[in-house]
């Protein structure tokens, strides 16, 4: 079984502060990794994913997330944060087929003017 | 990327009463799709795999009597809650593999339910 940890429940930053939200997962097998971002009282939306290949992954709005195998690590990064990026992130990690998910607990940044 | 829908966006309802939420594939077909409930300030919960043609798969501690949930197509699901009780409040959310490859998962914007 796969497991997900999200060691920030809470991050405040002022506005463009960089950033970085902690993931750590624990799995037996190979998996995916997973950032969605949520806004309120709305669905999840994918930030970027880790399927295979290169470690350092980009995706939409600026986020970049490295894999790092032997920490265990998926951590979610941005070099300059905006008053909109403000919502809850989630970690997720699935097995090889992609079916199931398993989510982190979730991390609310929160951008500060 | 794939689009999927839930339907109602929001409901209230009464104690007692059931409330049924639809989860549809817009532009794609899915022998399963997964439910999600998200308690509030919380991660989301995974409660049961919905399989096209066969009965769903319940997550352990999630009560099938209770949620009901029926893949009638491959591109609809639908979660009933019996019986709801205001405990039941919650924001469900549904999720369906893209079909592209097989590693990735389409969200639904949610239901956020509301039992007096």
């Known amino acids: 079984a796969q497991s997900v940890t999200q060691l920030d429940s809470q991050v405040p930053v002022f506005e463009e502060a960089p950033v970085e939200l902690r993931c750590n997962y624990s799995s037996s097998v190979s998996v995916y990794l997973f950032w969605y971002v949520q806004y309120p009282n709305q669905g999840l939306q994918l930030l970027l994913k880790y399927l295979s290949g290169s470690t350092l992954v980009k995706g939409i709005n600026g986020f970049e997330a490295e894999f790092n195998k032997s920490q265990t690590s998926f951590h979610l990064r941005k070099p300059s944060v905006h008053i909109s990026d403000t919502a809850e992130y989630f970690c997720a990690v699935s097995d090889n087929t992609g079916n199931q998910f398993y989510f982190g607990t979730g991390t609310s940044l929160t951008v500060i003017p | 990327g794939a689009v999927v829908s839930q339907h109602p966006s929001r409901v209230i309802c009464k104690s007692g009463t059931s409330v049924k939420i639809e989860c549809r594939s817009l532009d794609f077909q899915a022998t399963t799709m997964f439910w999600y409930r998200q308690f509030p300030k919380k991660s989301l919960m995974l409660m049961a795999t919905?399989?096209?043609?066969?009965?769903?798969?319940?997550e352990q501690g999630v009560e099938k009597d209770k949620f009901l949930i029926n893949h009638a197509s491959l591109t609809l699901s639908t979660l009933t809650v019996t019986s709801a009780h205001p405990e039941d409040s919650s924001f469900y959310i549904c999720s369906g593999p893209s079909g592209e490859g097989i590693n990735e998962q389409f969200f639904g914007p949610g239901t956020r339910l509301t039992v007096l």
């Open positions: 919905s399989n096209e043609g066969s009965k769903a798969t319940y």
